[in-house]
């Protein structure tokens, strides 16, 4: 941005460029010492692929593709997670101040981008680019952006990682191609960046999590918005629409005759949720709302990690809010259409904010809301309040009352985002804090509860079991059924030797699981159990298998066999560690009877066989999985190929 300003302005422009930066690091520095929470456990703490050392080439590829999530694996943000296990260590502090740097290095990128945006608004409104203005306008909106709040969970929510980095590849690519727009798509430069970087950045984006397949619907919107497809001599550009054609036109004709084959590959996660897809959308058109008014009011009181409070809309007046939530936000969609030629900004931040929710906040059957979705959809509103609210103050002769007001923004941001760090330093006050903003999220109020006893179990200091059973109680009271706390609570009085305690509660939880429904945290409640399987358990065995009888007798769960068949595949995990092998090897059986497509299970039984030098039945379950000609499974068929061939005499 330097080289559009004078030599004297762009000392001063560059010094505020390192301070928004220095204040995007401080605000998050406070959340550093915090320590792992929800799926950063899973993901990293309890992966092996992350936390095992890698002495080859070979071994590093195989992990980087042990996690069959998504559609493409996201290969580069478990490279990223690897190598920073390898170098820094299992410190969430490591973790957490990598996450910032990249948070820092999207902002940065970002700022370009605005600017390549404004400098396009300039030109399609027939303005002369005032490029000292596009400049610090530019730099106004990342600065917004790098301190709101919104984007917390993105940043110290570990995992999320993944979020943050193909939100930097995203942001590469379309800045790349906005800059061969600039120079001309015809040219040889402009057609480099636009035919060449821009893919493969995207590409580079999806391997990090597979919301950069969006990049294009951004893009379109910057055209249909700013740029309309025309040239630098206002002609329609085919070349620019042929670039569309390649890559978003096809690719979703082609995700469009994917879901026709194979609907489960997209939809097979609703078997697991209490909503419908219907329900979903009906649903998701408040949540959108809520992400707006987040975005422009931020409320310290409503932000969080968990949302399981929010209610599901089973109709349109269900809960009431529910119609004007569809109707308002069909209003501001057809809006923004119409009015993209008197006010494109306006409609560019608006129809960018709802590309961003393509993918997360519509058809697919992901959880209904979490914040970090807004994390690159967000730009685009910030940056068209940015130049939006300064031209309307300028034209009126206010100019310096909009940058007073802009920093006075950037200030209250940065400071409430400092707050909400302070509540992610010690996995007690990020506890306590979920909750307190949400009390009626049983998953905020089990959190709460594990901090609890993790420190408990850590510190000896008995004195806060009551608490732990209390967030426990409240929580199951939100949540009927739900076996997650009690198993929680024995797993606490396990390892304080309190076994008649442990006893008490997973007793509870066999009587409970019988009615439960088949959600995803009840599967996490099974997984839990696995924690019992040490020799100093062994009295509690029998009471962790009656959990397991009880889940396998659900009648709720039988309309959905793959859900039953997962039950069963943690609970062959339970008989193997507890040295119960046949019952292991006749669990896994079950669970592939029963969702013989599941492609883990007949991965889980071949690797579980092969332990156990069980060759024949072992080359049946290799030769189910090859079968299937799943990519996502290639490197763990590659290595159970390569141990068969090593147990036959026959190394590859």
């Known amino acids: 941005m330097r080289s559009f300003l004078p030599q004297r302005p762009a000392l001063i422009f560059g010094l505020a460029c390192v301070t928004a930066l220095a204040v995007g690091l401080l605000v998050y520095l406070p959340g550093l010492p915090g320590d792992f929470v929800f799926d950063d456990f899973s993901s990293i703490v309890s992966n092996p692929a992350v936390t095992a050392a890698h002495h080859d080439l070979a071994g590093l590829l195989d992990a980087m593709l042990s996690a069959p999530i998504g559609g493409l694996l996201r290969p580069l943000s478990m490279l990223s997670l690897i190598l920073n296990a390898q170098l820094f260590g299992l410190s969430p502090f490591g973790f957490k101040l990598v996450n910032i740097f990249i948070?820092?290095?999207?902002?940065?990128?970002?700022?370009?981008?605005?600017?390549?945006?404004?400098?396009?608004?300039?030109?399609?409104?027939?303005?002369?680019?005032?490029?000292?203005?596009?400049?610090?306008?530019?730099?106004?909106?990342?600065?917004?952006?790098?301190?709101h709040p919104l984007n917390l969970t993105a940043v110290l929510y570990i995992v999320q990682r993944e979020t943050s980095l193909s939100a930097l590849f995203s942001a590469a690519a379309m800045l790349a191609y906005l800059i061969g727009r600039r120079r001309g798509i015809g040219t040889r430069n402009g057609a480099m960046l636009i035919w060449l970087t821009t893919p493969l950045c995207v590409l580079l984006g999806m391997l990090c999590?597979?919301?950069?397949?969006?990049?294009?619907?951004?893009?379109?919107?910057?055209?249909?918005?700013?740029?309309?497809?025309?040239?630098?001599?206002?002609?329609?550009?085919r070349k620019v629409l042929a670039f569309f054609v390649v890559f978003l036109a096809l690719p979703l004709i082609a995700a469009l005759v994917l879901a026709a084959v194979r609907p489960g590959f997209f939809f097979a996660s609703y078997l697991g949720r209490d909503f419908t897809l219907y329900q979903r959308l009906l649903s998701e058109c408040r949540v959108l709302l809520d992400y707006l008014r987040w975005l422009f009011i931020p409320d310290l009181r409503q932000l969080g990690l968990f949302h399981d409070d929010v209610a599901v809309s089973h109709g349109l007046l269900e809960p009431t809010t529910t119609l004007p939530a569809?109707?308002?936000?069909?209003?501001?969609?057809?809006?923004?259409?119409?009015?993209?030629?008197?006010?494109?900004?306006?409609?560019?931040?608006?129809?960018?904010?709802?590309?961003?929710?393509?993918?997360?906040?519509?058809?697919?059957?992901?959880?209904?809301?979490?914040?970090h979705r807004n994390y690159l959809p967000a730009f685009g509103p910030i940056l068209a309040c940015v130049a939006g609210i300064y031209a309307l103050c300028e034209k009126r002769g206010l100019g310096r009352l909009a940058k007073t007001l802009g920093i006075a923004v950037f200030t209250i941001l940065a400071l409430t985002t400092?707050?909400?760090?302070?509540?992610?330093?010690?996995?007690?006050?990020?506890?306590?804090?979920?909750?307190?903003?949400?009390?009626?999220?049983?998953?905020?109020?089990?959190?709460?509860?594990?901090?609890?006893?993790?420190?408990?179990?850590?510190?000896?200091?008995?004195?806060?079991?009551?608490?732990?059973?209390?967030?426990?109680?409240?929580?199951?009271?939100?949540?009927?059924g739900s076996i997650n706390q009690d198993v929680g609570l024995a797993f606490m009085y396990a390892k304080l030797g309190q076994l008649p305690d442990a006893h008490v509660r997973l007793r509870s939880a066999a009587d409970r699981v019988g009615e439960a429904?088949?959600?995803?945290?009840?599967?996490?409640?099974?997984?839990?159990?696995?924690?019992l399987t040490g020799p100093e358990d062994q009295v509690l065995r029998e009471d962790a298998r009656a959990v397991f009888k009880g889940a396998f007798a659900n009648p709720r769960f039988r309309p959905q066999p793959c859900y039953v068949a997962n039950?069963?595949?943690?609970?062959?995990?339970?008989?193997?560690?507890?040295?119960?092998?046949p019952g292991a090897s006749a669990a896994l059986q079950q669970a592939v009877n029963l969702c013989p497509r599941d492609q883990t299970l007949h991965s889980n039984f071949a690797h579980?066989?092969?332990?156990?030098?069980?060759?024949?039945?072992?080359?049946?379950?290799?030769?189910?999985?090859?079968?299937?000609?799943?990519?996502?499974?290639?490197?763990?068929?590659?290595?159970?190929?390569?141990?068969?061939?090593?147990?036959?005499?026959?190394?590859?």
């Open 608 to 652: 579980l066989l092969l332990r156990y030098h069980d060759m024949k039945d072992a080359e049946a379950q290799i030769e189910a999985l090859e079968a299937v000609h799943d990519y996502r499974f290639s490197a763990d068929l590659l290595v159970l190929k390569r141990e068969y061939a090593r147990q036959a005499g026959n190394p590859p």
């Open 418 to 480: 400092a707050m909400r760090a302070l509540d992610w330093q010690t996995e007690l006050d990020f506890g306590r804090s979920e909750a307190r903003h949400h009390p009626g999220s049983p998953r905020a109020l089990t959190e709460l509860q594990w901090a609890y006893m993790r420190y408990v179990i850590v510190s000896g200091d008995t004195q806060l079991i009551p608490a732990a059973v209390q967030a426990a109680e409240q929580a199951k009271t939100l949540e009927p």
């Open 326 to 371: 569809v109707l308002l936000l069909v209003a501001l969609a057809a809006g923004a259409l119409a009015c993209r030629r008197r006010h494109p900004l306006f409609s560019f931040g608006v129809l960018w904010f709802l590309a961003g929710h393509l993918m997360e906040s519509t058809i697919l059957p992901l959880e209904l809301v979490f914040e």
């Open 209 to 237: 999590k597979e919301t950069a397949a969006l990049v294009p619907v951004y893009l379109l919107v910057v055209e249909f918005t700013l740029l309309d497809f025309r040239d630098g001599a206002g002609r329609r550009d």
């Open 103 to 147: 948070h820092l290095a999207c902002g940065g990128l970002l700022g370009f981008l605005a600017r390549e945006v404004l400098l396009v608004h300039a030109r399609s409104i027939g303005r002369p680019a005032d490029t000292q203005r596009i400049a610090w306008l530019s730099l106004a909106a990342a600065a917004l952006w790098l301190v």
């Open 567 to 581: 039950a069963w595949n943690t609970y062959s995990i339970f008989q193997e560690d507890t040295g119960e092998l």
């Open 517 to 531: 429904a088949p959600t995803s945290s009840l599967q996490s409640a099974l997984q839990a159990l696995l924690q």
